[in-house]
Each structure stands twice: as structure tokens, then as C-alpha cells.
């Protein structure tokens, strides 16, 4: 069966009189009449779902205009007015749209804050009556995260998660659609889907990426194309007979709630319903099989069928004095380069260990958890045996974790299998029990057996286990190899499960040690070992891995080995690694390595090495800095990386200018950023501000809401090189026009900038813009070029 949902509230609101600046949500009670009015207007052209009027109902949004303790109020009379058009049959969705803040670590916003706010929204709309939880138009997946369990603790309707996607075909923080799907999947999201930024034809692969990748219900909002401006004018193109030609191909994608976005009417909702009345869906893709694990921005899977996956057991404190005390004492630089390290030298999942005695382990798994998925795009496993540590790891963690480990012990289970189901996390399966460790491979796989019943009875899926086969000590027992092979034998006979296993406690009391583990290493792949925990620097356990996927038929006809060890592409080795020596070369890679701490000791010998702060800034601080533009621009890197490389070169100004205070650092130029009239969001233009900053821009921020008078008056005052204008409401992009106009007419000759989620090139070029940039980083890199002109 196909839903339809309603289309734009904005627009209609707009039509009905809604002033710039003015408070949507506040029509919910001074206009009551009018919302009933819009939602009768789409449920007469076919809507059998309707939107409530609260998108921006949250305490954060609505304290912009001084409401931040009507959230219950404005939420109830929103879907009052709703209830009188909807009547016993239409169903209604309540409308949850962002805060306008980022989660730490990328915004200041903390993932406890985000939660409270969405959870007072949702719990008025569920009070209210609502028969969907509609999360929309988000475009990171830790915020979604935070709201769907707001959600889920505050109702038991079903939720819909719908993200925002641009034309790269991920969020704004880099999520693609096919991990957000198994995220969100994971932690229990009734329907998954996406809305807004771009028309039907941009979404439909996001669609299909979806509905391919979960087995959950898809949606799909669009706007009515994208936006120009026509004679001062927003206007979104597309018709409704254009839009309702694209319904039977979202229908094929695998949509079954079909409605629109910004710029969609009442006759586009009666064209996506006479459209969908003889569009059949076709029979679902089944998910890839095995079991899949998420960073943000980066989906591995490990099964039987494909290549084997190195899980980097480096980040561990146990053994390693160094890296304890550094843990200990706050300082997280060598963890961070062990990550990058073990990274580069193909770990494809991370094991976080923040086991040091003394220290309270759920602060430290949170900041290591933040600081490394801002750095890696490898997913993690949260490594401990504190339940506190494990919810701090989980909860922090912007994707779906592994849980090392799960075992058989009474407490464990009853602590840790909640947690996995809340966050969504896979959980390793530890065959050890109050009894202890089971002898042979048999009693292990009963102790498993045990686990997996009880992960089942608790919510979990048969995609959430990874079995560990437990490797003691050759030295201690003759017998441990072959029952640890044997166990692996048995898993894949028994489960299908993908197996895991840490290899070198095999060995331990004998000598040659290495040859020992490569040596069991070999035999474990060929007995069924999917993803071995080892460390990912030693060669000869790289060489068993390459031999083994050619062997196993993971890498056909061994073109991969081929590639790695023919004498006549060295090149296909690791690439190498910095001089040592080189001061600059160093400076420029922590840059580019987002080393906060690292930075700083760096710059100072460059200083003590006699070189001068123009050369430290051009050589490695901007240097650094193109080359992640450059990467961010190819979609190798994304924008919690970016930033993080902002915060460090920022960190390195700072250094130089302690160091030699009397030095004055030559600013880029001045820029004045501003939200435009009537816009209360200004998440974009405030990461545009950040990275202007760190770029060496001297930047005066005038914040959101601000008119045409006000950035006028400040461009002058300020002898402005350039204004930056963000627009994020399809209902306030005129005054980006405006805004520009002004200037023009007040005489001034400053640069501008324009940007945010609804604007395009084309509607920038007729506003009148020298420039329209599409992202944060693509802005600094114009308005260095405008610089230099």
C-alpha cells in the first residue's frame, strides 16, 4: 500500500500571510483555523497523511522568538488543528525538524542536551494524539540518533526518520544512504527515509540505496525541484504533472510514503496520488548478507563470502606503560595516531580500550569515541567491561558500533544486551561463562548458543553477532589450537555467523612468537575465521592475509596479491612516511591529521629551526589545509575532518602568536557573515565562520535574523572585503536578493558570498552574488580567490 504524505507547510503559510520573522508554529494557536484549513486543502487532493505544523516546535528553535516554555502548547494545538481536518480516518504525523545545532564534538550542543529537547517535543505530540513520530530534514546522523531515542522512550507510535541529502548523495556531516539506513535500522527506526535539498530526480538513487540497504519502509519528501528567482521571487519550478511523472520510478526505487517538500502544493499531492493509484511496488532487494558495522561516514561488512576484514587491536593500554599514563593523564594524541597508524596499515575496524585503573573509564571511552570517529572513517568496537563505559562509548559514537564482548555471565547479559539494542550496536560473542572457559569446541558453541538466545529475546537480529572461537595458550594445552580450529568449524556449521578472534595469546611463553601466530593465523582462515584481532603493523600477518584472500577466493586470480608484491609496483605498498627531519613536512601532515595536541610542539621547533611565521603559515598550515579542501572536494574526507584540520591550524596560529607575541599575523581579510531577515538557522553560516577563521579570515559573525540595514551598516564599518549571506528557509531567500541590492545601493564594493541547503549557482547569479559557494570549505577557497584578485 502507498501513504501519501501532505507537501510544503512553509509554502502554504507563506500564501496565507506569514510575515519573514515571524513564528510558524505560533499559527498553531493565534491561526488555528488557517493550519485546519491548509491540512483540509491536502487531504482533498490525497493526502492520507498529514504533517503537523511544528517542524521548528523545539525549545531551541522556538527560543528565537521567546517561546521557549510553549513547546507542550504550540505542540498539542498543533495537532488539535490537525485532528479537526483529519477527522478518524487521515492519520497525522508529528513534525520533529533539527535543533540548529551540531552534537559535540562538532558542535557545542551535547548528545544529553539534544535528547531532552527532542523528548519534551515528541512526548507533547504523543500526549496530543499523533499516530507517526516524523523526524525530517536532518542532516547529521548523530542528531537523528539522539531523536530516535528520544522518540522511542517517549512513544510507542512508530517513527519515521527521514535525512537531508545533497547532491553528493550524502549529509552534510558525510553520512551516505546506505549506512544511515542500517544506523537507524539498527536502533529500531520503524520507517527510514529521505526529504528536502533536492528534487525527485536527484533523490531517486538515494532511494534505491535505501530501500536496498534495510528492510524497513521507505519515504521520500522532495522539494518541487530546485529553487530560482524569478522577479525578486522564490520559485520552485518543477510542475505537478512533472513531479507526479516521477512517482512510479520512486515507487520502483522502493518508496511506500510518497509526499513533498519545499515548494509542493495541494495539486502536487493530487498528482503523487493519482500517480501512485496504479503504481505497483516492485518485490524488496534483500539486504547484503553478514554483518555490517558503520562510522559515520563509512559502511564494512564482514561475512564468510567476502575478503577478511583486520580489526586494529592497537588502542589498548594493557601491556603498554606509555599509553596507560598518556590515557591517564587526559592526553589522547597517541591513541589518535594509532588509529591513523593502524588506518593506514589496513585496519578496516578499530578496538578502543580505555582499561587503565584509576581513571573513570566512561569519561575517557567518551572523549576517545568522540576525538577518533571526528578522525577515522573506520568503524570502532568499544572495547571494556564497565556497562557505564560501554553506554558512554555507544551513546557518543555517531554509527553502529561493535560491543567487545558479550559473554555467558549472568550480569554481562543482563547489562550489555539492553544497551546493543537501545544504540543499535553488533556484539561480539565471547564463549566464556560463570564456569569459565569451555575446554572444547563443542561446550563453547553451547556457551554461545546461550548468548545468541538471549541477544534474540532481547531484541537483537541474526545480523548482530560476530563470534569469537577464544585462543588460550598453546603452551599451557596441546590441545588449544585445534579446539580454537575446531571451534571455528563448528560456528560456520552451527550459525553462519562471521567469526573474530585475537591471535596472539596463541603463542605466548614460546619463542619466535611471530612465526607461531602467522603460522595459526593461516590455519584459523582456512577453518573459517572472517576477522582476526591482531595488530595491523606486523608484515608477516599481512602477508598470510594477502596469500589467504587469493587462496580462499576472496581476490580473484590473486590480482590484489598481484598487485601488492610484484616486484614492478612497489608503489602499491604504503605510501611513505614523513622525514622525520622535516619540520614543515610535519607540521603540514598534523594538519592534515587533525593533531590538536601534536601541532603545537611542531610549530615551536619550526620557530626554534629559524623559520619564520609567513613560512610556517604558507608551507605547512595553508598547504595542509588545500590539500584537505582538495580531498573534501573528491569525497575522500568529510566535514568532521575538515573542521578538525581547522581546529588545528587554528591551534598552530594561536602557538606562533604566544610564542612570539610581538609578531602580528597578517590577516586574509575581513568578512562579514550574516543569516539573512527572517532565517533563525544558522548552522551552515556558523561552520562557514569557524573555517573562515582558521583560515586566517578576521570574521565579524552578526548571527541569525539579521536585516539588510544591519549588514550594510557593518560591511561599511568594518571596511568589509567580503559578506558571506545564508539562507536556509525557502520562505527567506528573497532577502538574500535584498540584502545584496542594498549593499549595491549604499555604494559599497565589497565581495559577496551567498549560500545554504535551498539556494543554487543559478539563483545566486540572479540575486546578483560575485560567488555562490555549495559548502564551508568551497567558501574559504573563494574568498581566497577573491582575495587575490
Not at 57 to 76: E, Q, S, T
Not at 425 to 430: E, H, K, N, P, V
Not at 458 to 470: P, V, Y
Amino acid at each position: 500500500m502507498i501513504h501519501i504524505f501532505d507537501g510544503a507547510m512553509g509554502t502554504m503559510l507563506q500564501q496565507a500571510g506569514l510575515q519573514p520573522g515571524q513564528c510558524p508554529e505560533l499559527w498553531n494557536v493565534d491561526n488555528a483555523g488557517v493550519i485546519t484549513g491548509i491540512h483540509q486543502q491536502f487531504i482533498k487532493h490525497g493526502a492520507t497523511v498529514i504533517e503537523t505544523n511544528t517542524f521548528g516546535a523545539n525549545r531551541i528553535k522556538l527560543g528565537h522568538y521567546g517561546l521557549a516554555d510553549k513547546v507542550p502548547l504550540l505542540n498539542k494545538a498543533a495537532v488539535a488543528a490537525a485532528r479537526a481536518a483529519a477527522g478518524t480516518t487521515t492519520k497525522i504525523a508529528g513534525s520533529v525538524g533539527p535543533t540548529g545545532k551540531f552534537i559535540a564534538p562538532l558542535g557545542d550542543l551535547s548528545f544529553d542536551e539534544a535528547y531532552t529537547v527532542f523528548y519534551e517535543q515528541i512526548h507533547a505530540l504523543d500526549q496530543a494524539g499523533i499516530d507517526y513520530i516524523l523526524i525530517e530534514t536532518i542532516i547529521d546522523i548523530q542528531e537523528i540518533r539522539a531523536a530516535l531515542l528520544a522518540a522511542k522512550a517517549a512513544t510507542a507510535k512508530p517513527v519515521i526518520c527521514q535525512l537531508s541529502f545533497g547532491a553528493d548523495g550524502r549529509t552534510v556531516t558525510g553520512t551516505d544512504p546506505e549506512t544511515a539506513a542500517l544506523v537507524l535500522a539498527a536502533m529500531g527506526a520503524d520507517i527510514i527515509g529521505a526529504n528536502c535539498s533536492l528534487g525527485p530526480a536527484q533523490l531517486l538513487p538515494i532511494i534505491e540505496t535505501l530501500a536496498a540497504s534495510c528492510r524497513c519502509p521507505i519515504s521520500v519528501q522532495p522539494n518541487a525541484g530546485m529553487p530560482e528567482l524569478i522577479n525578486g521571487e522564490t520559485i520552485f519550478p518543477m510542475s505537478p504533472a512533472e513531479f507526479g511523472q516521477w512517482v512510479p520510478k520512486l515507487i520502483q526505487a522502493g518508496a511506500t510514503y510518497i509526499g513533498g517538500c519545499c515548494g509542493t502544493t495541494p495539486q502536487h499531492i493530487k498528482a503523487i496520488s493519482t500517480a501512485a493509484r496504479t503504481a505497483a511496488p516492485p518485490p524488496r532487494q534483500q539486504p547484503k548478507p553478514g554483518l555490517a558495522l558503520t562510522s559515520r561516514s563509512k559502511t564494512v561488512y564482514i561475512a564468510s563470502s567476502l575478503p577478511t576484514v583486520i580489526i586494529g587491536e592497537r588502542i589498548n593500554p594493557t601491556g603498554r606503560k606509555q599509553l596507560a599514563a598518556d590515557i591517564k593523564a587526559g592526553q589522547f594524541l597517541s591513541v589518535k595516531k594509532e588509529a591513523l597508524e593502524q588506518v593506514r596499515a589496513g585496519a578496516k575496524v578499530l578496538d578502543v580500550n580505555m582499561g587503565v585503573p584509576g581513571i573513570d573509564q566512561a569519561a575517557a571511552m567518551q572523549q576517545a569515541v568522540e576525538e577518533l570517529s571526528m578522525l577515522v572513517d573506520a568503524p570502532l568496537s568499544i572495547d571494556t567491561s564497565d556497562a557505564a563505559a560501554l553506554e558512554a562509548g555507544l551513546k557518543a559514537y555517531p554509527g553502529r558500533a561493535l560491543i567487545n564482548s558479550v559473554s555467558a555471565e549472568p550480569e554481562r547479559l543482563e547489562l550489555f544486551l539492553p544497551l546493543a539494542k537501545k544504540y543499535g550496536a553488533a556484539i561480539l560473542c565471547l564463549p566464556l561463562s560463570a564456569d569459565g572457559v569451555p575446554a572444547t569446541a563443542p561446550a563453547r558453541v553451547a556457551v554461545i548458543r546461550t548468548i545468541v538466545d538471549a541477544a534474540l529475546a532481547a531484541g537483537l537480529t541474526e545480523n548482530d553477532f560476530l563470534l569469537d572461537a577464544l585462543v588460550m595458550t598453546v603452551a599451557a594445552d596441546e590441545q588449544a589450537a585445534q579446539q580454537t580450529l575446531a571451534t571455528l568449524r563448528l560456528y560456520r556449521e552451527h550459525f553462519g555467523y562471521p567469526s573474530t578472534m585475537g591471535l596472539s595469546n596463541i603463542s605466548f611463553g614460546l619463542p619466535n612468537r611471530q612465526l607461531m601466530n602467522s603460522t595459526f593465523c593461516a590455519m584459523s582462515l582456512a577453518a573459517g575465521l572472517d576477522a582476526p584481532i591482531l595488530n595491523p603493523y606486523d608484515k608477516s600477518m599481512q602477508d598470510i592475509l594477502a596469500a589467504g584472500g587469493a587462496l580462499l577466493g576472496h581476490d580473484p586470480n590473486g590480482r590484489q596479491y598481484s598487485l601488492t608484491y610484484a616486484s614492478a609496483a612497489p608503489a602499491a605498498q604504503a605510501a611513505a612516511p614523513v622525514n622525520s627531519d622535516d619540520i614543515i613536512a610535519l607540521t603540514r601532515q598534523a594538519v592534515i591529521n587533525g593533531e590538536k595536541e601534536g601541532v603545537i610542539p611542531l610549530v615551536s621547533k619550526a620557530l626554534e629551526q629559524g623559520f619564520t611565521p609567513t613560512d610556517i603559515t604558507e608551507q605547512a598550515l595553508t598547504a595542509a589545509m588545500n590539500e584537505v579542501g582538495k580531498a573534501f572536494g573528491a569525497g575522500r574526507c568529510f566535514l568532521p575532518q575538515v573542521l578538525l584540520s581547522a581546529e588545528t591550524m587554528r591551534s598552530a596560529f594561536i602557538t606562533i602568536k604566544e610564542l612570539l607575541p610581538a609578531h602580528s599575523m597578517k590577516s586574509r581579510g575581513t568578512v562579514v557573515m550574516a543569516t539573512v531577515k527572517g532565517d533563525i538557522h544558522d548552522l551552515g553560516k556558523n561552520i562557514v565562520a569557524a573555517l573562515m577563521e582558521n583560515n586566517g579570515f578576521t570574521v565579524v559573525d552578526l548571527g541569525k535574523d539579521v536585516a539588510d540595514t544591519a549588514i550594510v551598516d557593518a560591511a561599511i564599518h568594518h571596511n568589509a572585503d567580503i559578506v558571506g549571506l545564508c539562507a536556509l528557509m525557502t520562505t527567506t531567500m528573497p532577502q538574500i536578493d535584498i540584502a545584496i541590492r542594498a549593499l549595491k545601493a549604499a555604494g559599497s564594493n565589497v565581495r559577496t558570498i551567498v549560500g545554504g541547503a535551498v539556494l543554487t549557482a543559478e539563483y545566486a547569479s540572479q540575486a546578483g552574488a560575485d560567488a555562490y559557494a555549495r559548502d564551508g570549505v568551497t567558501a574559504v577557497n573563494i574568498a581566497k580567490e577573491l582575495m587575490e584578485r
